[in-house]
């Protein structure tokens, strides 16, 4: 899990881990949070998403981008849920949010599968909090 505010660098770390790890031999999916929560509630809608969770087994590392920025209604948050879930203690899954487990509550629409969803986060997880200004900010300052 990798926390910090908007423009920090929580994309570029989180990328540079996936390039690391797939040089190593690894298979490693990189997804925009809200893509990925578009293609399981697709799936989840034609019966098919048990399938697609499956489908993403053969990534060992799933990395999920920004996934903190809107809160997610009800059936986003099942299939957000569904996700971490089926790959708990099983696949790696790496996170990036601009919210804290403290402020999930929310970010998800439902308080128990709150509680449950970070617990198994939690778990195993390395926590990264990345602090200080956004650079892109600087860069535009810099600029001037």
Same mark, same amino acid.
Request: charged share 25%; hydrophobic share 40%.
């Given at each position: &899990?990798?926390?910090?505010?908007?423009?920090?660098?929580?994309? %570029?770390?989180?990328?540079?881990?996936? #390039?690391?790890?797939? @040089?190593?031999?690894?298979?490693?999916?990189? &997804?925009?949070?809200?893509?990925?929560?578009? $293609?399981?509630?697709?799936?989840? =809608? /034609? $019966?098919?998403?048990? @399938?697609?969770?499956? *489908?993403?087994?053969? #990534?060992? =590392?799933?990395?999920?981008?920004?996934?903190?920025?809107?809160?997610?209604? /009800?059936? /986003?948050?099942?299939?957000?849920?569904?996700?971490?879930?089926?790959?708990? @203690? *099983?696949?790696?899954?790496?996170?990036?949010?601009?919210?804290?487990? @403290?402020?999930?509550?929310?970010?998800?629409?439902?308080?128990? &599968?709150?509680?449950? =969803?970070?617990?198994?986060?939690? %778990?195993?997880?390395?926590?990264?909090?990345?602090? !200080?200004? !956004?650079?892109?900010?600087?860069?535009? &300052?810099?600029?001037?």
């Amino acid at each position: &899990m990798v926390f910090g505010a908007s423009g920090v660098g929580k994309t %570029h770390l989180v990328s540079s881990i996936g #390039y690391g790890l797939a @040089e190593a031999g690894m298979r490693v999916k990189f &997804m925009a949070a809200t893509a990925l929560v578009q $293609l399981l509630q697709r799936a989840k =809608a /034609e $019966l098919k998403l048990t @399938e697609a969770l499956n *489908r993403l087994d053969k #990534y060992a =590392a799933l990395i999920v981008d920004d996934i903190g920025y809107v809160r997610k209604t /009800e059936q /986003e948050s099942s299939v957000l849920f569904e996700l971490i879930a089926h790959r708990y @203690e *099983r696949h790696s899954l790496i996170i990036t949010s601009n919210q804290s487990f @403290e402020d999930w509550d929310k970010l998800l629409d439902d308080t128990v &599968m709150t509680v449950a =969803a970070t617990d198994r986060l939690i %778990h195993h997880a390395t926590i990264i909090q990345c602090e !200080g200004g !956004g650079y892109r900010r600087k860069s535009s &300052m810099l600029k001037q």
